[in-house]
T-cell receptor, first 110, second 115 residues
Framework: GQSLEQPSEVTAVEGAIVQINCTYQ??????LSWYQQHDGGAPTFLSY??LDGLEETGRFSSFLSRSDSYGYLLLQELQMKDSASYFC???????????WGAGTKLIIKP | DTAVSQTPKYLVTQMGNDKSIKCEQN?????MYWYKQDSKKFLKIMFS???????INETVPNRFSPKSPDKAHLNLHINSLELGDSAVYFC??????????????FGPGTRLTVL
């Protein structure tokens, strides 16, 4: 079957760097996306990786290794407003199914 | 202009009632989705429509039915509401497979409470 794993919770300090990992076991992989969701809000798109390597967007970067079935989201210069849940999602299979991880709650301490 | 809008934002109703949630997107996307997010924050895809054709139908109860009058709208109708249906329901649209990305644009969500 198709599965996705990410840590349920990560804690970091304001100003630091944090990495949120996402590993997947799927067939027919097309790409990996990351979303941010603040409490009470809707998920918002952060990044998409279809090819191996690092994609950078401001303080956020996302990495993909297709051979390792692994990706991560890197958040630099953490700010209190980055406290949120982060979801990875992969597009897989012959019917282009979208599978979501269970989300990682990022807690930032001053 | 709001890209993906949903109404109502809050919905409180009794068990056994029938209710609908409306969704509209003005992004010109071909694919729209309905998600259910429970109290544990799991995001579950319920349905997706591509050009008015159902392309994913997850194992949801048949009390839930998506209705798409046109490419810009995907409404969710729920019959005989149950306590377990209480959740936040998100509508989303996506340009997939166009544009080389898989961005999902989410609506603000509808918080459904079944009493």
């Amino acid at each position: 079957g198709q599965s996705l794993e990410q840590p349920s919770e990560v804690t970091a300090v304001e100003g630091a760097i944090v990495q949120i990992n996402c590993t997947y076991q799927t067939s027919g992989f097309y790409g990996l996306s990351w979303y941010q969701q603040h409490d009470g809000g809707a998920p918002t798109f952060l990044s998409y990786n279809a090819l191996d390597g690092l994609e950078e967007t401001g303080r956020f970067s996302s990495f993909l290794s297709r051979s390792d079935s692994y990706g991560y989201l890197l958040l630099q210069e953490l700010q209190m407003k980055d406290s949120a849940s982060y979801f990875c999602a992969v597009r897989v299979g012959s019917n282009y199914q979208l599978i979501w991880g269970a989300g990682t709650k990022l807690i930032i301490k001053p | 202009d709001t890209a993906v809008s949903q109404t109502p934002k809050y919905l409180v109703t009794q068990m056994g009632n029938d209710k609908s949630i409306k969704c509209e997107q003005n992004l010109g996307h071909d694919t729209m989705y309905w998600y259910k997010q429970d109290s544990k924050k799991f995001l579950k895809i319920m349905f997706s429509y591509n050009n008015k054709e159902l392309i994913i139908n997850e194992t949801v109860p048949n009390r839930f039915s998506p209705k798409s009058p046109d490419k810009a709208h995907l409404n969710l109708h729920i019959n005989s509401l149950e306590l377990g249906d209480s959740a936040v329901y998100f509508c989303a649209s996506s340009p997939w497979p166009e544009e080389g990305t898989d961005t999902q644009y989410f609506g603000p969500g509808t918080r459904l409470t079944v009493l």
